[in-house]
Structure formats: C-alpha cells, structure tokens
C-alpha cells in the first residue's frame, strides 16, 4: 500500500557512516520478487528513523519508521514496502514486476535528510540469465580447412545470459582452452591433415546449470605427396619414359604433370614422362607435379625433382684441309669437344688404305708424297656407362700443290662503245679451286677478278695488251701462278673537226674542206650531204659551190667514214650552216602625173633580202643632188622642173660590210598650160593634117618606147650592185635609158623630113626594123590627152598622153 510521508529535519553537517544496501539474493531472478534491505543508523543530531530508496539516482520512495507505523511516500506502486525493524527498511520488486526492465538499474538507500556519508554504495540490479544459445562463426559444417593455413573460429552465447558463462573448447574429447566470464570467445586452428575429420566443440555454462554446445567437423584439405623419383641416364638418340606416382591427398582426386627447371617451355600434362630421340639438351632437372583441387578454388601441390643425364659422344672439331708442297712435314692435331662422360680417346685413319692408323689427336706425316694425297679422319671416343662407345669423326683432305695452266688466248678486235666478254680457262693445279684475275701491261690501276673479262661501252683507250692470271693458294701462303696475253684492238670511227658557219653573197663560189682526226682503222673516206636536199651529195672532203644561190642556203653535213674488219662502218659527221646573202627586191613603181603645184607621195616598198634589215632612199636620174632618205618619197609644190625619173633604192648590208642594193624608177610628169600672151595659129589646112599625122606616129612611138623601158625594168630587178665597182648603179641605168632613146632622137625636129618617113628610110630600115614592125601592128591605144604647151624656151611643143588597154599609162612630150 502506498502512502505518502513527510519528513522534514535539519540538515546537520556530519561526517556519517555508509548504510548498507543488500539485496535478498545475489541476482535477480525473472518472473520472481527479489527484496533491497536497508540497514541505516540515525546520524548524530537527528531523531528520525527514514531512509530514501533511489532507483537510477531518481527518488523511489521515503520509508520512516515512527512510533505510530511505518510510513511511506511514494509515487510507484509497482513496489513494496516494509519496516523491518527500527533501522532496517526494505524495498520488494514482485515476482509480476521482476522483467528484463529491471535488469541493470542502479539502487541506493539514504537517510532521509541529506547528510555527508550517510548513504549506501550504489548496487547494480543484475538479473540472472541461462545459457541457452552457442554457436560457431564460420558456421560450415564441415569446416574447411587447407594444411598449414590458419582459421579463426569464433563461439558466441547468447548475449543475456548473465552471469558470463564458462566457454570451454573441445577437439574431439580433448580440451583446448577454457574461458570464463565472456560471452564469446575464438580460437585460431592450424590445418593439419591428423586432425582432418575430427570434431569442434563448443560448450557454454552459467549458475551450474546445464551446458549448451555447438560442434563442426573438421574437413583437412591437403596435398597429394609424389613417391621418390630415380635420376636417368640415357643415350642420345633414345627414347625415355618415366611413371610418377603419389599418395594421395585430401581431396584424393590427383593430377600430373611434369617441367623442365631450366625451360619455362616445356610441359607434360599426365604422370607419365616420354621423350623420344633425346638429344644432349634434354639433360637436365625434371620436376613431376601432383596437385588435387581444394574446395576454396585452389590447388594442392606437392612436386619431386629428377635429373636425367643424357650420355652422348664428343664432338670432333672441325679440322682443315691440308696444302703441302711435296716433300714436307706435316703436323695435325685434332681437338674435340668432351661428350657425355667427358674422358675422350683419339685415333687416326685414312679412308683409301684400311691399314693406316695413328692413335692420339696428332697425325704427324714425314717427307709427304704425292701419293700421301687423300682423305685422313680423326676419330674422338668416350665410354657409357652401359659399356657401349660413343664416338665422332671428321675428314681433312692432304693435297700435293702445283699450280694451274692457262689455256691460250686470241687477240680481240672489238668496236668501240659496245662490250666486250672474255673467258679465261685454265688446266687446274692443286689445289684444284683456282682464282683468276685480268690485268692492264700499261694501266697499272686495272684488276677486274674473275675468269671472266668483262668490258661495258669500250673506249677507243681500253686498246691494249691484257694479261689473264689464274693461281691457286698453298698452305704455306705461297701462290702457285701461270698468265697467259691477249691484245685487244679497239675500232672506232674518225672524228671530224668543227665546221664554221659560212656566211656568202649570192653569186660567189665557196669552198671549204672537212678535216677529221683519224679513228681505227685510219683508212678515212668523206662526203657531204644537205639536210634539206637528199638528193644533193659530193664526195671528197672538199665541197665546192659554183655561182651560189639564194637557195643554196641551209645546213650541209659532212661524213667522215672508216671500215671495219666485219665490213660494218664507223661514221662521223659534223654540219655546218651556209648563209646566203643577197639584196631585197624593190617593187616595180607606177608613173606619176602630177600638176604643177600639187604635192606628190610615193611610197617604195621591197621584199626583204638577207639580211632582211632594209633601208631606202630615192634619188632623180639627172640630178646627182636629189636624194630623199626612207621608203616614201615626197615632193611638195611640184614645178615643171620636178618632172623626170625618180629612182628607189633598198639597200641591206651584208656581214663583210658590204652592200646589197636594188632600185626601181618611175616618171613623174609635171602637167601645166601654155602662157596666155602667146599666140599659135595654124597656118593652113595641110599644116594641121600634117600636125595630126605627126602625133598619131608619135603616140604610136611612145607606146613601143615605154613597152620596151618596162621589160628592161624586169630584166635589171635582180641585179646585185655592190659599192666596189667602178660605176655606180645610177650611171648603169641612166646609160640604158639613153640607149632605148636613141631611136626616138631621129625624130628631133631640126631635121626637115617627115619622121615617119626616116624611119621607112632604106638606110635606117634595118636599124629600125622593130619599130616598123611596131608600127605595122594595129595599136588599141586611146589618146587620153593632147595638150599644145610650150617648152621653157618658148617653143611651141606636143604633150601626148594614151592609155594601154591594161591600165598602163604612157606619156610623152615633144
């Protein structure tokens, strides 16, 4: 029953004495009342008999014991509550309130007015608990574990058993260790194939009460053990198989295989080694594996190692062939190299004569003849352990030396820029393989190696005599030599010596001889051809051209030629340029009318000649003073005194500083009428007829006159007039035309006959017989102008002027 009670004192600084709190029991049991009893004193200075429970440091409950009842105060009635005496209080937890609650709580018991000292200790509240669970981390069963690994197995008890049980281990029934007081605790297990299949236990207990156990069986995982291994001797060549076995591990399931320590390469799956025809490098260390697969993914192993020793013979070094000049020493020694035993006999043996033998590695041969040639063998032997013999052998050839014979060789003749191929042969010596080389008697710098002489694109200066050697070599480092000569004859065409360009005016002769250095043979003909003419060809060294011509220009070849044994010919040419110069061609030119005062223009054009730079210039026939410079001739304000015959002239200069000229003339007539104060009258009707008479002839003469200056004109076009002759051009054509004059001047009108009539005349009929030929033929010329002017002194004069069906313009004054 719960109450409340007040107690009120006056705290008393004392110094008092502890209270002692006990419990009915030393653990709590669940489901079951468990009693605090507090055995307290009245601290000096104080009368009350009160005592306060704490629960967690929080007030539970004051108990006072007075003279009336026990009193209580309290706000938990979950508790009871009881005056045992006059100084001891208790506090009861029921059996209905006795939970895991109230597990761990802290109590107390003070006395009821805070004094120093007067109080108990605190005691922890521990209820106890059985054992009731034990178990083992890893939990496998079986437990795994591979031989010399470490494993930690753990034991837990269920973590509320109180008080801490007694953990105690067990393999099979033998104890391990023993633990008390915790809740868990682990041991470390060593795999050890003796303990494989036994059983861990755990066993857990508190209060005395039954033990609780967990268990596991062990699984020991470990290697199978390979059985001893013999070591093997075999003999190279043979085949060897060796079986490996094992004891089996845990698993028991096994495999094989077998390496080679010192080849990462070799392999052999299964327990059973073969090597077939086995060579002195399969000796060696071999190691046979056997291994099971634990269950954790890895592997057992366990290996052996076993040398096998292949036995094999030694090997005879190399040995040279030997040179000797007949009537030497000779000393061989042969050498090997050790087998397998290593102990080695040595003997000699020659392979034509079975009686022959020689024991130890030096052959030694005296005052050696011919018939000591031949093949000599040294044999190297050791002894197996089997009693059989290994063995191994090599030749040497002895030769006598002599050297070899060259075959004869013949002379070469071969033309020059094609190859030359010659074989040298010989009869051998001895030794047998010879060597040859080809030299130059005066080239001291040739050697071509080889029995073969092999010259590409041959110069004229490869001629020469060549000397073929063919020598063997002797062991004394002597040569055994023998040579035999050939001349070789190089044939080359002539060369012909530069041409220079000929530069000639037309007209002239040229000639020019081609020279040329002598090829082989020195025999040399020449002839000269044109490029552009197949047809043109001169024989001889000489070419000659007479009264050249224009059209002699052009490039000439000339051929310089040799003939060769076989027939064929060495040729050579060289070209050179003629240049033919000659003068430009002026074209022809037109008469000119003109009336007095008026300007006239000519312009002189002219094919060009070579060289084709031309200048012009014009002059007039009977005045040396008159010369225009350039192509165009102009006369401004013409007077009667500007008529008269105007030449053009085109003038080229040639490369000797000549020059090249041609001309062409033209008339200009100057038109003008008779003076106005002059009076002419005709004197009667007979005078005009006989005025009309004379003009018909003179038109007729006129017509013939300038019909023949113009084929004149044509002919004298190519002339070539050069400033070093004696007469200059215009002197030759003003001479010319006073010839053509000369008919027409016995027409001047001083004489008293009829000018037709003189020409009918018997004495100058055959003078005149072309001109009366003329005049019989009918003329179809037109009068185009008949004017009576009068001269320049004051005679009365005729002007004719006609037309030629043509267009040719003709005009005459008398």
């Not at 008393?12 to 605090?36: C, H, K, M, P």
């Not at 030997?322 to 080695?344: F, K, Y």
């Not at 014979?405 to 094609?418: D, H, M, P």
């Not at 050249?548 to 040799?562: L, V």
């Amino acid at each position: 029953m719960c109450s409340n009670l007040f107690l009120r004192e006056q705290s008393i600084d004392n110094i008092g004495q502890r209270y002692n709190l006990t419990g009915s029991s030393e653990f709590a049991v669940l489901g079951e009342a468990f009693t605090w009893t507090c055995d307290m004193f009245v601290p000096p200075g104080y009368t009350s008999n009160a005592v306060k429970f704490f629960r967690d440091n929080k007030l539970c409950v004051v108990i006072a014991n007075t003279t009336a009842a026990c009193a209580t105060q309290s706000d938990n009635c979950g508790y009871s509550y009881k005056c045992v005496s006059e100084s001891m209080f208790s506090l009861t937890i029921p059996a209905e309130n006795m939970t895991e609650y109230e597990n761990g709580s802290k109590w107390r018991c003070d006395y009821v007015v805070n004094v120093a000292g007067n109080a108990s200790p605190q005691i922890v509240l521990n209820i106890a608990i059985d054992v009731h669970n034990v178990s083992l981390i890893p939990s496998d069963k079986p437990l795994t574990i591979s031989e010399h690994k470490l494993i930690e197995v753990l034991c837990e008890v269920n973590r509320n058993a109180f008080p801490a049980p007694l953990i105690t281990w067990y393999l099979d029934s033998t104890i391990i260790t023993a633990i008390e007081g915790s809740h868990e605790t682990s041991i470390t297990l060593v795999g050890n194939r003796t303990d494989n299949m036994k059983t861990l236990l755990c066993t857990a207990s508190n209060m005395n009460k039954k033990t609780v156990n967990a268990s596991t069986p062990l699984n020991v995982e470990y290697p199978p053990i390979v059985n001893a291994l013999s070591n093997q001797n075999t003999i190279e060549g043979g085949d060897l198989t060796v079986n490996c076995t094992a004891t089996p591990g845990n698993p028991s399931a096994t495999t094989f295989y077998w390496t080679k320590v010192d080849n990462q390469g070799f392999r052999q799956n299964g327990a059973i080694l073969q090597l077939y025809n086995t060579q002195r490098t399969s000796s060696g260390t071999y190691k046979c594996t056997a291994e099971n697969n634990y269950s954790n993914g890895k592997k057992g192993t366990h290996s052996l190692l076993m040398v096998i020793d292949v036995l094999y013979p030694p090997v005879v070094n190399a040995l040279s062939n030997q040179n000797i000049i007949e009537g030497g020493g000779l000393t061989v020694n042969c050498t090997a190299t050790p087998g397998n035993p290593s102990a080695t006999t040595f003997y000699w043996t020659k392979v034509d004569n079975q009686g022959f033998r020689q024991n130890g590695a030096i052959l030694q041969l005296y005052n050696i003849q011919r018939t000591s040639s031949g093949t000599y063998r040294c044999t190297a032997e050791n002894n197996y352990s089997n009693k059989e013999k290994g063995m191994h052998s090599q030749s040497m050839v002895i030769d006598v030396l002599y050297p070899p014979v060259v075959n004869a060789l013949s002379n070469q003749n071969t033309i020059e820029g094609r190859g030359l191929t010659v074989n040298c042969t010989a009869t051998p010596g001895n030794p047998s393989a010879t060597t040859f080389y080809w030299t130059k008697v005066d080239n001291q710098g040739f050697r071509q190696n080889g029995a073969i002489l092999q010259l590409y694109n041959i110069q004229r200066t490869s001629s020469g005599t060549y000397r073929c050697t063919a020598e063997n070599n002797y062991s004394n480092k002597e040569k055994g030599m023998h040579s035999q000569s050939m001349v070789i004859n190089v044939l080359y065409p002539p060369t012909v010596n530069a041409l220079s360009r000929q530069d000639m005016i037309e007209g002239g002769n040229l000639s020019v001889d081609c020279l040329a250095t002598p090829g082989n043979p020195s025999s040399t003909t020449f002839y000269w051809t044109k490029e552009d003419d197949p047809e043109f060809r001169q024989n001889g060294s000489i070419i000659q051209l007479y009264t050249i011509q224009r059209n002699s220009s052009g490039t000439f070849k000339c051929t310089a030629e040799n003939v060769y044994y076989d027939e064929e010919k060495g040729i050579h040419s060289r070209t050179m340029v003629i240049n033919v110069q000659y003068p430009p061609e002026v074209n022809v030119l037109s008469n000119q009318n003109i009336i007095e005062g008026g300007d006239l223009t000519v312009n002189c054009t002219a094919t060009p000649g070579n060289p084709s730079a031309t200048t012009f210039y014009w002059t007039k026939v009977n005045n040396p003073e008159f010369r225009q410079n350039g192509s165009t001739l102009q006369l401004y304000n013409t007077q009667r005194t500007s008529s008269g015959t105007y030449r053009c002239t085109a003038v080229n200069i040639f490369m000797n500083g000549e020059r090249g000229t041609d001309s062409q003339s033209f008339v200009a007539s100057v038109r003008y009428t008779s003076d106005p104060g002059v009076a002419v009258v005709a004197g009667s009707v007979g005078g005009t007829i006989t005025v009309i008479v004379i003009v018909i002839i003179t038109v007729i003469l006129v017509y013939r006159r300038y019909h023949s200056h113009s084929e004149q004109q044509k002919k004298d076009k190519n002339k070539i007039v050069t400033t070093n002759e004696g007469t200059s051009n215009y002197t030759t054509l003003e001479g010319h035309e006073s010839r053509e004059r000369n008919e027409y001047d016995k027409l001047e009108k001083s004489k008293a006959t009829n000018r037709y009539a003189d020409i009918l005349s018997t004495e100058n009929k055959e003078k005149n017989t072309i001109t009366y030929e003329n005049l019989q033929r009918p003329v179809d010329a037109k009068v185009t102008e008949y004017n009576n002017l009068q001269n320049m002194d004051g005679e009365c004069v005729f002007k004719i002027s006609l037309e030629e069906p043509g267009g040719h313009f003709y005009e005459n004054t008398f």
